[in-house]
């Protein structure tokens, strides 16, 4: 099997070389087209394609449009590898593709040739910043010069503006804003709300971030408000009274955290109860459960910030803050009781989709990235994607330097600030990378302390992002940042720079993901300039500590000297123990996104179920025949329920649906007495469908459907968002038996 798909790959990247080179052919056929020729030769395309011809008849002419009408716009002339990997998108798999290597224009060649079927196009990026600098930027004035309109899609956009964007041949968005477009448009009243047209080409950008990081965590929309406030402080104030490493344990591999006996029992005392793993304490156990993770488990200023009075959680693996958004189940509520600031409700979920689920609705599907070959199974077993590498168009000449590992924290960071002045000294720029706020602010004080000066980049601070990024490469400077800087951006040297060996990349400590250090590293050495890299880690790093534990610490300590005479270690054997740890953790990942996909799955059709229902619903001019269909099923199932081994119970019947589908009095015994089932059925059909047509006969045909389309979505709503809530709690309930069957 890994043989077939070695040599898939080598086939498809041969016959990509060869389209290229096609492609490139052209190369004098459009030099000579005037600004209305490439306008023209794409109404030529479109008309094609109305006509029967496919994508593929006209791709090499279509991509040596787009070359030269990117060569006349941005003044660059794509490249053999940049080809490759727009022909590799349009198959539908991920082009991986280094730092440097051109991607957004290597997207842009794929979305023109799509976009001429007249269905759109979407290129999904992983923030707003990315999405409105490629729209606003000259890349965007490509699809102006060759006639295709070009839309911008995010979160402060009203209604019409979003469906402006979504009418675009090419639309640039991010992945939550299109995932939460596609909830809100299948719960509005009226179809005239929606914004989304039929999803048909996604083009996503750092599809490893998107697809494989973001999957873990789904999207959700609240409403409902419940008052719970209170309850969550007294979770609050009951866990902070808890003993370190005596009333719970912290599973520092998995960060899991649960209460031990005497935990237990010291909360039941708190509350007055004799068990708090009774069921009717369910409410109460998650709460507490919620108030151990938020105080011993998350961190402020690495998991979340807090701004203006609240709580803002900051995206793990771009460093951005993710504004708007909350995390589920009660967790925001509980770090909101711990930090002290206002409690906001908590509420009940209305509609729910996993990122896997709502890309792959998508009709086609592909993406790039300079990282995603260590995640190729996850892409082929759920997205049917294949990972293809494409060859760099430069040979990489930077310096991967391997890691040094110190024994303690503290020798670490004076090592970093010894070869950070080192090279500021020189003028050598560097880019200093950290995996949260907290580190990007300990080291700038280090660095102040050196008289080394710097920028910081990182979520508190991200209002400079694009100034800071643009000066990053020049002499002399020095960034630190967290992992905005490591996705979709493009240091480009300064003047010298190249003569004192280009950009230097430092990372303070390896993250969890090995892609997230790959995308690092690639920040440095693109299009064959040179380059160095290195990370220092130490034993007490968080990696380190949930996978080495005090062994390892003793042994590094044992390796490497104490206090001033310490010497850090470069080892082989340690950096295989680094890659293990977080093959190990990328396995752990992998296996709760499997798990929140198979949540999902099992709700996914019963959605599409309730989906097709509203949309049907909406888009029909009369929908009668669903409202009576949909109320003599209710009736069925009412008359049902009253059915014994005699035969119906009249009077019960009639005492249940008094007041309930009539009003009191409507239905007597003497009207269905002595009636069979289906008879009973038919008299109460007959009379619920009396009453409705009465109520509705006051308004005008056209009102009297817009009436019954209303009330019906609303009634399908209302139990779909019951539906969801039960199913939440009943995860819970499988959580806690999961829990239980561990501990026994």
Request: charged residues 30%; negative net charge; aromatic residues 8%.
């Amino acid at each position: 099997m890994l043989k077939q798909m070695f040599d898939l790959s080598l086939r498809e990247l041969k016959e990509a070389g060869k389209i290229a080179d096609k492609v490139l052919a052209l190369e004098p056929k459009y030099k000579n087209f005037t600004e209305e020729e490439f306008k023209q030769r794409t109404a030529e395309f479109k008309e094609a394609i109305k006509n029967g011809s496919s994508l593929d008849d006209i791709l090499v002419d279509a991509f040596a449009l787009v070359r030269e009408a990117a060569l006349r716009v941005t003044n660059e002339l794509a490249y053999k590898t940049q080809v490759i990997g727009a022909y590799i998108l349009h198959g539908g798999n991920i082009a991986e593709m280094r730092t440097g290597e051109g991607k957004t224009l290597t997207g842009i060649f794929t979305a023109y040739l799509n976009a001429l079927s007249g269905n759109g196009v979407h290129i999904i990026t992983v923030n707003e910043y990315l999405a409105a600098r490629e729209t606003e930027g000259t890349y965007g004035q490509i699809y102006g010069f060759l006639g295709l309109t070009l839309g911008l899609n995010i979160r402060v956009l009203t209604k019409q503006e979003k469906r402006d964007a979504y009418a675009c041949d090419i639309m640039y968005s991010t992945n939550s804003e299109v995932g939460f477009d596609y909830l809100r448009d299948h719960m509005v009243i009226f179809k005239h709300d929606m914004v989304q047209r039929p999803l048909n080409y996604a083009i996503i950008d750092e599809v490893d971030s998107i697809l494989v990081d973001e999957a873990r965590t789904p999207l959700i929309i609240s409403g409902g408000q419940k008052k719970t406030q209170s309850l969550y402080k007294q979770a609050n104030m009951a866990v902070k009274s808890l003993r370190t490493d005596i009333d719970f344990d912290i599973d520092v591999k998995t960060k899991a955290i649960q209460l031990t006996e005497e935990g237990m029992s010291r909360i039941e005392r708190s509350f007055g109860i004799e068990n708090l793993y009774d069921l009717k304490f369910v409410s109460l156990l998650h709460r507490i459960n919620n108030a151990l993770r938020a105080n011993y488990v998350m961190a402020k200023d690495v998991d979340y910030v807090v701004q203006d009075n609240q709580v803002i959680i900051v995206d793990q693996f771009t460093g951005r803050l993710m504004q708007g958004r909350q995390f589920s189940e009660g967790l925001h509520q509980a770090l909101e009781s711990k930090e002290n600031v206002e409690v906001k409700k908590e509420t009940t979920t209305m509609a729910t989709i996993t990122y896997q689920n709502f890309f792959r609705m998508y009709k086609k599907l592909s993406g790039m990235t300079g990282t995603a070959k260590t995640e190729e199974e996850e892409f082929r077993n759920i997205y049917n994607m294949y990972v293809m590498e494409v060859p760099t168009n430069r040979p990489i000449i930077r310096q991967d330097m391997p890691d040094l590992l110190f024994s303690t924290m503290e020798s670490k960071y004076k090592a970093i600030a010894k070869e950070i002045k080192g090279r500021y000294d020189k003028g050598q720029p560097m880019l200093v990378g950290t995996v949260s706020i907290e580190t990007s602010e300990l080291l700038s004080r280090l660095l102040k302390k050196h008289g080394v000066k710097h920028d910081v980049l990182n979520a508190k601070q991200h209002e400079r992002e694009a100034e800071i990024v643009q000066n990053a490469g020049q002499k002399g400077s020095v960034t630190i940042a967290t992992n905005m800087a490591g996705r979709g951006t493009d240091i480009k040297l300064g003047e010298g720079v190249v003569e004192l060996g280009g950009l230097a990349v430092i990372g303070t400590e390896r993250h969890e993901s090995r892609r997230i250090d790959n995308q690092l590293r690639g920040r440095s050495g693109r299009q064959g300039d040179p380059g160095y890299t290195r990370f220092y880690l130490s034993a007490d790093d968080e990696l380190m500590v949930r996978f080495g534990g005090d062994r390892f610490k003793s042994m590094v300590e044992r390796l490497s000297g104490s206090g001033d005479n310490e010497k850090p270690i470069e080892s082989k054997m340690i950096s295989k123990t680094v890659e293990a740890a977080q093959k190990r953790i990328e396995g752990n990942n992998f296996d709760q996104r499997k798990t929140i996909l198979q949540y999902d799955e099992v709700i996914r059709k019963q959605r599409e179920v309730i989906y097709n229902q509203r949309e049907e619903l909406l888009i029909k001019e009369n929908v009668d025949d669903i409202v009576f269909g949909m109320i003599d099923s209710s009736v069925s199932d009412t008359v049902s329920a009253y059915i014994n081994e005699n035969g119906v119970d009249y009077e019960a019947l009639v005492k249940g649906v008094d007041g309930d589908l009539f009003v009191p009095g409507t239905l007597a015994v003497e009207d269905i007495d002595g009636k069979n089932v289906q008879e009973v059925n038919e008299i109460i059909k007959d009379l619920v469908h009396d009453v409705l047509r009465l109520k509705t006969s006051k308004f005008p045909t056209e009102t009297e459907n817009e009436f019954l389309k209303a009330v019906t979505l609303r009634v399908v709503d209302t139990y779909w968002t019951e539906h969801i809530d039960k199913m939440k709690v009943l995860r819970q309930r499988i959580s806690l038996k999961t829990n239980a069957k561990a501990k026994t």
